[in-house]
């Protein structure tokens, strides 16, 4: 039986994208649900072009309810991936999926994480530091934000006079090509 992948994402969903459709060629997963805490967000519209199902929860559901728990385990969810989604995994949550929760982060962690630190306000950060690089970090997820164990990281170079705009494409080139084979990676090993 295929694996089972289940994204959350908070917006735009441009990673979102990406790992549906290198899974929409795979025989070995595929994408079942999308889950949005945002009505608006433009990744209820890609998983609809790609015919995959989607959820919108609200606070109330996520934080004091077992609803969204109890969707992910009727789907037999094998992994749960966040892409671009801002709000912290409940204990609940993280209980129900023990090591199968992952989330992209912006950044080289440890370095430019924690509450507060997503999308522009992390490269804002790293320019106004003047790092000379920096990169993207996939991890584990655990009750804190961007804490949990690394299971991938990968770099660019920041060249002088790069702006907000440079530094924030080149990290999301390192994300749409690393994220889903680290993902399809992580499934093989469960399956051993
Ligand atoms: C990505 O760059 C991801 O690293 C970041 O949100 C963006 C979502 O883009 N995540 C965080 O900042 C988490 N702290 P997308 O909606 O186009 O995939």
Not at 8 to 37: C, P, W, Y
Not at 70 to 90: E, R, T
Not at 117 to 140: C, P, Q, R, W
Not at 148 to 153: A, D, L, S, V
Request: aromatic share 8%.
């Amino acid at each position: 039986m295929k694996k089972r992948i289940a994204i959350f994402a908070s917006g735009s969903g441009s990673n979102a994208q990406k790992i549906m459709e290198h899974f929409k060629r795979s025989a070995d997963a595929e994408v079942v649900l999308v889950l949005t805490n945002n009505p608006q967000a433009y990744v209820l519209q890609r998983a609809d072009n790609f015919e995959i199902p989607s959820h919108i929860f609200s606070r109330h559901e996520f934080y004091e309810t077992d609803e969204v728990i109890g969707l992910l385990k009727n789907l037999q969810v094998d992994i749960i991936v966040l892409a671009g989604f801002l709000w912290l995994a409940p204990k609940s949550l993280l209980n129900a999926f023990p090591n199968k929760i992952i989330n992209l982060h912006p950044a080289l962690l440890p370095k430019y994480g924690g509450k507060g630190m997503y999308g522009d306000n992390v490269h804002k950060a790293i320019l106004a530091a003047g790092e000379e690089e920096s990169g993207i970090t996939i991890h584990f997820v655990n009750a804190e934000f961007d804490e949990g164990e690394i299971i991938h990281q990968s770099k660019f170079k920041i060249e002088p006079g790069d702006t907000l705009e440079m530094v924030k494409f080149k990290g999301q080139q390192l994300e749409h090509q690393h994220f889903p084979k680290v993902i399809e990676g992580l499934l093989k090993k469960m399956r051993s």
